[in-house]
């Protein structure tokens, strides 16, 4: 089994490379895959965009073990069904984990445009409540919510197939 994953950032990077400290598992960039392995099976890595796993349909027709997604919210958004739906992954196991954002001012060009508006959106909303203000704080000064810890679930369910 290895690992793939794709990452803009590097907050997706840093959670493929922490599961194959863990695992002993090798680590792959999607693009950067060796021939030799590209039928093993693998656990892949992407972040999210509206929703969609950035990256997956570059793996979807190798095999996949597992799909895991990040993003900066707490939990995977809109739900686990729709992601689940949205990038026709059902019937393979799926973790979510929170990774981060740069912030605002070291994005270039569509990116931030887009949270540039979405940003916008937020601070004219009349609804002000924690979620928005801590969406607006992410926005603005980035955020890091990589953890160790995070990986357990996905820890748990290899070490679940090994028995």
């Known amino acids: 089994m290895i690992i793939v994953y794709e990452s803009k950032t590097g907050f997706t990077k840093r ?4 599961l194959a400290e863990k695992t002993g598992l090798k680590a792959y ?9 590209k039928d093993e099976e693998m656990i892949f890595l992407g972040w999210m965009k ?3 796993i950035q990256g997956l349909n570059k793996v979807r027709k190798n095999r ?3 799909v ?4 900066t919210a707490r939990n995977v958004e809109p739900s686990e069904e729709a992601v689940i739906e949205r990038n026709r992954i059902n019937g393979i196991p799926f973790f979510y984990f929170r990774g981060g954002c740069l912030p605002l001012r070291e994005l270039k060009g569509m990116d931030r445009f887009m949270l540039s508006i979405f940003l916008k959106m937020l601070k004219s909303s009349r609804e002000k409540d924690e979620q928005r203000e801590e969406y607006i704080s992410i926005i603005e000064n980035g955020f890091d919510g990589v953890r160790e810890e995070n990986l357990e679930p ?4 290899l070490e679940s197939r090994n028995c």
């Open 15 to 18: 959670y493929a490379d922490m």
């Open 29 to 37: 960039r999607t693009n950067e895959i060796p021939e030799d392995v």
């Open 50 to 52: 509206a929703g969609r």
């Open 64 to 66: 996949l073990a597992a």
């Open 68 to 71: 895991c997604a990040t993003g």
């Open 154 to 157: 996905v820890l748990k369910w």
